[in-house]
């Protein structure tokens, strides 16, 4: 009943005896599996009618507005970062929409970061999975803080992983502390407590800039600042993470930080750059 048809750029669609053309990646399923069981030989018709190419087609269409036809080129390089990389499918295809429309990246500068941003958690002893699937999962948070393509939030993410915390929390934190006046009640709280004289001015410009990694830097010295000064209970603990727009359990882990943010190497620009030229 269905006749495959190549165009001349090489895609195919399906046309029917009557004359009708269809796209294969609007077939339903089950369909498709009748097709596959029937044509074979066809590399590129059949990447088309593979489930796992549909996720990410119809994921970058729908979610994020990329051409049905832009998605279907770059589909095979999308499911190839996913396995290099240790995410799934979806979270692949999430991750490069994510970059491409928030960042404004080309779809080949967002493989790129994905794969980069792997190779920079690696390096800072960070599992990659667990902060790409983080960057998957926080489309609003990128959005608010993203800049320079997105490479501010791939560092961010590792930095967050590094201290045991997750991106969406760091992004959070940072939020909490531009509300300014819920903010500067809590401040002015813990320094009535704990006599101290802190103050989240440098900690406010960073979350504004959207250098999400200075202000993990400068939450860490401020946690210690406060931890001094605090009493051992749970309390003065929970007066000391408010102050600082975080939970009890992140203010110990900023204060049990060995600085390992300032340990990050190779800054992920150079990790780009390098992909790029290879």
Not at 47 to 64: I, K, P, Q, R
Not at 174 to 187: D, H, W
Not at 193 to 213: A, H, P, Q, Y
Not at 249 to 257: C, D, G, T, Y
């Amino acid at each position: 009943e269905w006749v495959v048809q190549k165009k001349p750029k090489g895609k195919h669609v399906l046309v029917k005896k009557s004359g009708k053309s269809v796209d294969p990646v609007s077939l339903p399923s089950k369909v498709k599996k009748s097709l596959k069981e029937s044509i074979k030989g066809d590399a590129v018709f059949d990447a088309y009618l593979e489930d796992d190419v549909l996720t990410v087609v119809t994921g970058l269409s729908s979610e994020f507005g990329i051409s049905v036809d832009k998605a279907a080129d770059i589909s095979n390089q999308v499911l190839d970062t996913a396995k290099a990389v240790g995410v799934s499918v979806d979270e692949a295809t999430k991750l490069v929409g994510v970059f491409v429309k928030i960042g404004g990246l080309t779809a080949e500068e967002a493989l790129n970061l994905t794969e980069a941003t792997a190779q920079l958690a690696r390096q800072n002893g960070v599992a990659p999975v667990a902060a790409l699937q983080d960057i998957a999962a926080s489309a609003e948070d990128v959005a608010a803080f993203t800049k320079d393509g997105g490479k501010n939030i791939a560092e961010a993410a590792v930095a967050a992983r590094q201290l045991g915390r997750d991106f969406g929390s760091v992004a959070q934190s940072a939020r909490g502390v531009l509300n300014l006046e819920e903010s500067i009640q809590k401040v002015a709280e813990a320094n009535a407590v704990f006599g101290t004289d802190i103050n989240l001015n440098k900690l406010r410009e960073l979350s504004f800039s959207g250098d999400l990694v200075g202000f993990q830097k400068e939450q860490i010295r401020l946690a210690k600042q406060l931890s001094r000064a605090a009493g051992d209970d749970v309390i003065s603990r929970e007066i000391a993470a408010e102050a600082l727009g975080v939970t009890v359990a992140e203010f110990q882990k900023l204060v049990n930080s060995n600085d390992a943010l300032a340990k990050q190497r190779d800054p992920l620009r150079d990790l780009i750059g390098n992909r790029a030229q290879g």
